[in-house]
């Protein structure tokens, strides 16, 4: 097994065990929602500290419902990463074009 293999596969444990392990530990039991985000978190601090907090603006679109918001973020989770794959592809491309191009640079004429 390769240095890479090896490093990976820890990574992708690690990954895997920040997943499972609220989970596992029961982290959030004692709340109504336990996975709440940080938006719905920090508004409910808000509303604890003072009640009669007014917000400064709402937002443009409010989705119908907590499963249109989640698609949504999803959505925007895979474009996000889709941009981020294109440009390190494109990269990654790039370097190779350009090694291949110094490799027939160098070679000799005659071979």
Known sequence: MSRNTKINALLLLAVAA???????????DHK??????????????????EPDYEPWFSPLYEPPSGEVE?????????????????????RRGRRQGEERAAAVRDTPEGD
Do not use: H, K, M, N
């Open 70 to 90: 989640s698609a949504l973020f999803a959505l925007q989770a895979a474009i996000g990463a889709g941009v981020l794959a294109y440009y390190f592809g494109l």
């Open 32 to 49: 109504e929602e336990p996975f709440a985000g940080a938006d719905a978190e920090a508004e409910r601090t808000i509303t604890e500290i």
């Open 18 to 28: 920040l997943a499972v392990l609220p989970l596992v530990l029961g982290l959030g």
